[in-house]
C-alpha cells in the first residue's frame, strides 16, 4: 500500500498528545481501505499549530513499516512550480528524478509518480504547508484526487482553515477534491481547556492562563511550557527570541542561516552559508529550534523561522542571503524562484532580474500564474536598465497570467502599459495583440464599448498588411464585437472570412477561435451552431490548444440550456469541467458552472442552482462571469419566494448594460416578467422587461421567445415574434397541453407546470403539485389563488416535503442557516455566504433555534458536538 500524505503544519514539540486518539482511528480505518485497494484522499484541516503534522507523525509511528518521504510547499518566497514533487522525485530517484532533472513536461511527471505509487507498496509521502502551494502543486494534487481511488493509496492533505483569503485557490481546490468517491474529509479542533490543565499540571503554569493565552493551540503550549517557569511570552516571536539568546554564537549564526535559506537544508549548505563550523548544529537540535536530520534540518514551525530571520540585522541577512545564493546557484536542477527571492533579498539587482523573468516565464509555461504574476512583478521591479521591449513583453507576460487568473482589472492596467511601449516601438503586429488582449479583457469587465473600439482598432492596424496570423487574429477579434442583434449577419461574415484566413495560413489556433466564434454566431441569429463548436474543440484538443477547447466547451454547453438541450449534452459538461480543470482554465469553468446552475434552474434544482452559484460568486471572477451567474441565483431565489433575489437583478442588469450584449439583458427580462406573473400583479412589472423586448428583434429566438411569453402571461405582449421554437408556439396558440407535454420531455417541470397552471382545469391541481415538490412556494401560491377563484373548495396545502422530512421541520434555506450556526458564523457571515440580508438571517436564526427548542447559538454547538438527536 502506498500512503500520501500532504501536510499544511509543522511537528509540535515532545508533548503528550492529548484528545486525538480518534483521529488516529480514523486514518487506520482510511489506510486499511487504501490497502484494500480503495484509495482515500482525506482532506485534514485545522488552524495554524493545532497539531495536524503531530498526528501525522504519531499516525507514521504507528506504521513504521511504510517508506516515508517528505516534501513541503514554501511560503516564505515565491516558490518553485512543483517544488513538493520535485523534492520528493530527487529523493525517489529512478524515472521521476530523471523526469525533474530534464524538464519533462508536467503530466509525464504526474503520471511517473501515480506508477511510483502503484510500484512501490508501503510509501508515505508528506508534503508540508499546502496553503503556500503553487497552482502547479493544486493541479497535482487534483490529479490525484480524481484517480487515487483506483490505486492502493491514501493521500493526506492537511491545511490551514483559519487564513486562507476568499480569493485562495486552495478554497476552489479543496470543493472540487470533496466532489470525488474517494475523498473524506477531517477536521482537527484546538484543545479543550481539561487537557490544556493536564498539559499545565506538569509545570508550574498557570492553566487557565496558559489556555487564556494560546486558545488551546498545541503549538502555543508548547512553546511556552518550553520557557522557563512562570514565563508566559505575550507572542511566540517574544519566545523565539528569548530562546535564541540562550544559545552560542554559531548555534545563532546556523538559525539565522537557516531562516535565511528557508527550506530544509543539508549540513553543509548550513555551514557554508553561516560561515561557522557545521557542529552547533546538535545545540539547535537540543534547544528544540531545528528539526531532521542527519541529512537535513529545518525549524519546527514556519512562524518560529520568521521571527529568527526578523531577529537577523539587515546588513546580516542580506550578506546571508548572498551566501545562499552564491551557493544554490551551484546546484542542479536550477529554481530559478528560489534564486531570485535571494538574489532580491541579497540586493543584487541584477541577478534578481535575471532569475525572476527565467522564473516568470517558467512558471508560466507550467500554468502556475500566481508564481507567474509574482515572478513578472519582480522582474519589472529591476527592469530599469533593460530596453522598451523587454518591458512590454514582461508587462504583456503579467497581464495574460493575472488575466488566467480572472483578475482583469490589473490585466487591463498592465496590457495598456504594454500598448504604450509597443506604439512608442511602432510595431503593428504587437500593438494589434495588445489591442486583442486589451478588447478582451474589457468585455470580461463588462465595458462593451470599449472593448469593441480596442477590437476594431486591432482591425483597422491590420487591414492594410499582408495575409499573417496576426491579420486573421484581428478579423476574427473584429467580428466578437458586431454581435449586437442589428449586426449579426456582418459578424458572422467576418468571423467566417477569418476562418478562411487561417485555413490559408494553417492556422489552428485561429481556426478553432474563429469556428466557436460562428457558431455562436449561429446561436444567435436561430441556426445550429453545435457542429462548428464541436469541429473546433476536436481541433483545438487535437492540437493541444487548451484555450480554445476550453472556450469552446463553455461557449457549446450554455448554447444546449439555452436551449433546455442539457440531458442532450450532459457528456459536454462532465468532459469541459474536467478538461477546464485539469488544465487550469479557470475563467472557462466558471462559465460552463454559470450554465450549469443555470441548468439546475431548469430541472427545477432550485437548491443546487442557488447553492452553484452562490458558492461560484464567493471566488474572485470577472464581472462578466459574475453576470451569468448572478441570474440564476437571483431566478431560484425568487423562485424559492426569496425577495433578495429582486437585488441580485439590479445588480445583475447593471452588468448587462456595461456590456451590452441583449442576451443578458432577455434573461433579466424574463426573471422580472415571472416575478410578476408570480405576485399575480402585472402592473408590478419592471418597465425595462418591456424595453429589452421592443430592441430585441432579430435576435436568438429561443431567448426572445422566452420573453414573448412570459409577457404574454400577464397580458403585457405587445407583438407576436416571428420566430417562434416549438413549445413556444404552443403556449402562444393557446396549447398549454401540448406546450406541458414538451416541457415535461425536456426535463423542465417548473415551466411544465407554468402550462398546467394555464390550462385553468384540472391539470391545475397536477400543477400545484409540481410547484409543491419544487418547493416553488410563489408559484404554489398563485395556483392556490387561481384555484379558489375558480370555486375549488379543497386546496391542498401543507409544509414541503422537505419540511416535512427535516427532523427539526426546518425549511431547505432553514437548514442551510443551522449549518453555518454550526460553523459559527454571525450573521453577517452568513449574510455574505447566503447572499441574503442581515435582517433576513436574523428571521432564519430564530425560526431555528426555535424549532429546535434551544436558546442559543451555543446550544446548538453543544447539542452538535455532544451527538445529540434532534428535536422532534
Request: one cysteine or more; aromatic letters at 8%; charged letters at 25%.
Amino acid at each position: 500500500m502506498a500512503v500520501v500524505c500532504t501536510t499544511v503544519d509543522t511537528y509540535i514539540p515532545a508533548m503528550e498528545l492529548l484528545e486525538r486518539g480518534r483521529f488516529l482511528d480514523v486514518l487506520d480505518e482510511y489506510a486499511r481501505d487504501a490497502a484494500a485497494g480503495s484509495g482515500r484522499f482525506v482532506l485534514l484541516a485545522g488552524e495554524a499549530g493545532v497539531g495536524k503534522t503531530s498526528l501525522l507523525e504519531a499516525f507514521r509511528e504507528r506504521r513504521p513499516e511504510l517508506r516515508w518521504l517528505w516534501g513541503a510547499c514554501d511560503g516564505s518566497f515565491t516558490p518553485r512550480p512543483l517544488g513538493p514533487l520535485y523534492e520528493i522525485a530527487m529523493d525517489v530517484g529512478g524515472r521521476p528524478a530523471e523526469l525533474c532533472t530534464n524538464g519533462a513536461d508536467r503530466r509525464e511527471l504526474f503520471a511517473a509518480f501515480l506508477d511510483e505509487l502503484n510500484g512501490a507498496d508501503g510509501t508515505v509521502v508528506v508534503i508540508e504547508d499546502l496553503h503556500w502551494a503553487d497552482d502547479a502543486t493544486l493541479d497535482w494534487l487534483r490529479h490525484l484526487a480524481r484517480r487515487v481511488a483506483g490505486i492502493p493509496a491514501m493521500v493526506v492533505a492537511s491545511y490551514r482553515d483559519d487564513e486562507p483569503a476568499s480569493d485562495n485557490p486552495l478554497r476552489g481546490v479543496i470543493g472540487q477534491v470533496v466532489t470525488h468517491r474517494g475523498t473524506r474529509r477531517m477536521s482537527l479542533p484546538t484543545l479543550t481547556v481539561e487537557a490544556v490543565r493536564e498539559l499545565a499540571a506538569q509545570t508550574d503554569a498557570d492553566a487557565d492562563e496558559l489556555y487564556r493565552l494560546t486558545g488551546g493551540v498545541p503549538f502555543y503550549i508548547a512553546e511556552v511550557l518550553r520557557g522557563y517557569p512562570g514565563e508566559v511570552p505575550v507572542t511566540v516571536a517574544d519566545i523565539v527570541t528569548t530562546r535564541m539568546s540562550r544559545l552560542s554564537a554559531n548555534a545563532r549564526k546556523l538559525l539565522a542561516a537557516a531562516a535565511v535559506i528557508a527550506r530544509p537544508a543539508d549540513p553543509q549548505l548550513m555551514a557554508i552559508v553561516a560561515g561557522v563550523d557545521a557542529s552547533a548544529l546538535d545545540e539547535c537540535m537540543e534547544s528544540g529550534a531545528l528539526i531532521g536530520g542527519p541529512v537535513a534540518y529545518h525549524f519546527r514551525h514556519e512562524i518560529t523561522r520568521m521571527a529568527v530571520e526578523g531577529a537577523t540585522p539587515a546588513h546580516s541577512r542580506s550578506q546571508l542571503h548572498a551566501a545562499a545564493l552564491a551557493q544554490l546557484e551551484r546546484s542542479t536542477p536550477t529554481d530559478h524562484a528560489r534564486l531570485a527571492h535571494h538574489a532580491e533579498s541579497a540586493g543584487d539587482s541584477a541577478r534578481a532580474f535575471q532569475y525572476a523573468r527565467l522564473a516568470a516565464y517558467t512558471a508560466f509555461a507550467m500554468r502556475s500564474n500566481r508564481e507567474a504574476v509574482a515572478q513578472f512583478q519582480r522582474a519589472l521591479r529591476f527592469a530599469d536598465g533593460a530596453g522598451p521591449d523587454v518591458h512590454a513583453a514582461l508587462r504583456e507576460g503579467l497581464a495574460t497570467a493575472l488575466a488566467l487568473m480572472d483578475h482583469w482589472e490589473e490585466s487591463t492596467a498592465q496590457r495598456r502599459e504594454a500598448l504604450a511601449l509597443r506604439r512608442q516601438l511602432g510595431d503593428p503586429v504587437k500593438i494589434s495583440q495588445n489591442l486583442r488582449g486589451l478588447s478582451k479583457c474589457l468585455w470580461r469587465l463588462c465595458r462593451g464599448e470599449e472593448s469593441d473600439r480596442a477590437a476594431e482598432e486591432a482591425y483597422t492596424v491590420m487591414a492594410g498588411a499582408v495575409p499573417s496570423v496576426e491579420r486573421a487574429w484581428a478579423h476574427v477579434m473584429y467580428a466578437l464585437s458586431l454581435g449586437s442583434s442589428a449586426r449579426l449577419h456582418e459578424g458572422l461574415e467576418r468571423a467566417e472570412e477569418a476562418l478562411r484566413q487561417a485555413e490559408a495560413l494553417d492556422c489552428t489556433e485561429v481556426v478553432a477561435y474563429a469556428l466557436t466564434t460562428i457558431g455562436a454566431f449561429r446561436f444567435l441569429m436561430g441556426q445550429d451552431g453545435f457542429a462548428d463548436i464541436e469541429r473546433s474543440i476536436d481541433i483545438a484538443r487535437k492540437h493541444g490548444l487548451d484555450e480554445q477547447a476550453a472556450r469552446g466547451y463553455a461557449d457549446i454547453y450554455q448554447a444546449a440550456v439555452d436551449r433546455f438541450r442539457f440531458a442532450d449534452y450532459e457528456h459536454v459538461f462532465v468532459e469541459g469541467i474536467a478538461f477546464c480543470r485539469e488544465n487550469e482554465m479557470r475563467t472557462y469553468s466558471v462559465c460552463i458552472r454559470g450554465s450549469r446552475a443555470t441548468a439546475f434552474l431548469h430541472m427545477g434544482r432550485f437548491t443546487e442552482a442557488a447553492q452553484l452559484a452562490g458558492d461560484t460568486l464567493r471566488e474572485t471572477i470577472s464581472p462578466i462571469n459574475r453576470l451569468h451567474l448572478l441570474i440564476p441565483l437571483a431566478t431560484a431565489r425568487l423562485r424559492m419566494g426569496d425577495p433578495e433575489g429582486n437585488a441580485l437583478l439590479d445588480e445583475a442588469w447593471q452588468l448587462a448594460v456595461e456590456v451590452g450584449e441583449v442576451q443578458w439583458q432577455l434573461l433579466l427580462a424574463w426573471a422580472w416578467a415571472e416575478a410578476a406573473w408570480l405576485g399575480g400583479d402585472p402592473s408590478a412589472l419592471d418597465p425595462r422587461a418591456t424595453a429589452v423586448y421592443e430592441a430585441s428583434a432579430g435576435h436568438d429566438p429561443w431567448l426572445v421567445a422566452g420573453l414573448a411569453v412570459r409577457l404574454d402571461r400577464i397580458g403585457r405582449l405587445s407583438r407576436r415574434p416571428d420566430d417562434l421554437p416549438e413549445p413556444y408556439v404552443y403556449e402562444l396558440d393557446g396549447n398549454y397541453a401540448a406546450a406541458a407535454k414538451w416541457w415535461r420531455s425536456a426535463g423542465c417541470p417548473f415551466d411544465e407546470a407554468v402550462l398546467l397552471a394555464r390550462s385553468h382545469d384540472d391539470s391545475s391541481l397536477r400543477a400545484l403539485e409540481i410547484f409543491t415538490t419544487l418547493e416553488a412556494a410563489p408559484a404554489a401560491a398563485y395556483v392556490r389563488r387561481h384555484l379558489r377563484a375558480a370555486g375549488h373548495t379543497s386546496v391542498p396545502r401543507g409544509p414541503r416535503a422537505a419540511t416535512r422530512a427535516d427532523p427539526n421541520g426546518l425549511t431547505p434555506r432553514e437548514a442551510e442557516v443551522l449549518e453555518f450556526l454550526r460553523e459559527g458564523l454571525s450573521n453577517a457571515a452568513i449574510s455574505r455566504r447566503m447572499f441574503i440580508s442581515e435582517r433576513t438571517v436574523h428571521h432564519h436564526v430564530s425560526a431555528v433555534l426555535a424549532k429546535m427548542g434551544v436558546q442559543s447559538r451555543g446550544d446548538v454547538h453543544r447539542a452538535h458536538d455532544a451527538g445529540l438527536p434532534a428535536r422532534k
